[in-house]
């Protein structure tokens, strides 16, 4: 049950005129704790408030194996270039690491540990549920659109792109807005949400919590943290963010190594 009618402004993105880069509907939040809505409305527009950006995320996963760290690295310049390499440091073999990158027309991904590559054309768009050409739509119906888009399902694409995250599994559980916090030295805002709807099984439990916390400033994700039964399962932290900061020329070259298998 959540405490509020569900939040479904995921795809309601101001137009911006042709030849225009698209605007924040919420230049910044207000001085006083934030609603629900504003918040989600607020993270909703966070890829439109920086033109480039360096990101680290560490996730740490708990599970009956011990703790699994996986590394990922984000370098993304609107619009549409965007380089991810995800790593899994310690005690892993050497090349235990994945690539993704994007120049907004072509993907190119590479897998250390199989050493296999792919190349493909960026995937295209569900025709008639986007921002122009859905508005009669639900707005559960409707799709974001990204500026710069990023690899789905992965943190990344949930931390930089927060708008199907509220919406989809946030607003579907009981959620509010706590309180104040640090991640970094940046202040965020506190989110709490219970036992929200999820497709995993493993997580499908009325004592499911996740936490985050979101940048003030910028609105992007800087910390997610699930639980069951009040035991931490995962906790992925944003460990480097800089937006609009400067990249080298050669931040999203890319090529295959030498003999490298071609999947597609």
Sequence with gaps: MTTSPRWSGA???IPAPSGHRPRPELV???????????????????ELRFETLRMRIEETTFTAGGEHVVVSDVVLRHPGEAK?????????????????????????????????GTERPVR??????????????????????????????????????PGGYCQN??????????????????????????HPRTIEMAADRPDFRIRIAVDRADGVILRL??????????????TEYAPDA???PTAFDFVFPSGTPMLY
Excluded: N
């Design 225 to 238: 943290e699930e639980s069951i039964g009040g035991v931490v399962t995962r906790d992925a932290r944003v």
């Design 169 to 194: 599994v946030l607003s579907t559980g009981r959620c509010e807005v706590v309180g104040l916090g640090d991640v970094g030295g940046r202040e965020t805002v506190v989110v709490e949400c219970e």
């Design 28 to 46: 910044a939040l207000p001085d006083t704790l934030p609603t629900r809505d504003e918040l989600f409305t607020f993270m909703r527009d966070a």
């Design 246 to 248: 400067p990249l080298s």
């Design 84 to 116: 991810v390499t995800t790593s899994t440091p310690g005690h892993e073999p050497r090349g235990s690491y994945d690539i993704w990158v994007s120049d907004g027309e072509t993907v190119r991904t590479y897998s250390g540990v199989h050493r296999l």
């Design 11 to 13: 795809a309601d993105l």
């Design 124 to 161: 295209r768009r569900v025709v008639g549920v986007g921002v122009r050409d859905g508005r009669e739509l639900p707005g559960t119906s409707r799709v974001y659109d990204p500026r710069t888009a990023l690899p789905m399902e992965t943190l990344p694409e949930t931390f930089i792109h």
